[in-house]
């Protein structure tokens, strides 16, 4: 069955980077467009980038696309996320995703 397994997270101080990564199986991902999206505590799931099966076609939400970037490597058969000048508000639970169907997420703290 499909598996999307995040990593990467965790407490970084604000102006901070993480990358984040989500190994997918289950499915054949050079198949398919995939995306990132959050949840931040008390609030509600919130799309931020998506890139097509080819790599090709990329977008994101206005808040994160001069910060994030999203990528993959079908190789591996992994999703990235790099994450640049992190702010607090950035602080939530961080899926990827294939449709309707996320991982178990990974958290990032941005707190000093």
């Known amino acids: 069955q499909v598996q999307l397994v995040e990593s990467g997270g965790g407490l970084v101080q604000p102006g901070g980077s993480l990358k984040l990564s989500c190994v997918a199986s289950?499915?054949?991902?050079?198949?398919?467009?995939m995306s990132w999206v959050r949840q931040a505590p008390g609030k509600e799931l919130e799309w931020l980038a998506d890139i097509d099966s080819t790599g090709a076609k990329i977008y994101y939400e206005d808040p994160v696309k001069d910060r994030f970037t999203i990528s993959r490597d079908d190789a591996k058969n992994t999703l990235y996320l790099q994450m640049n000048s992190l702010v607090p508000e950035d602080t939530a639970v961080y899926y990827c995703s294939r449709g309707a169907t996320r991982g178990k997420g990974t958290l990032v703290n941005v707190s000093s």
């Open positions: 289950g499915f054949t991902f050079s198949n398919y467009g």
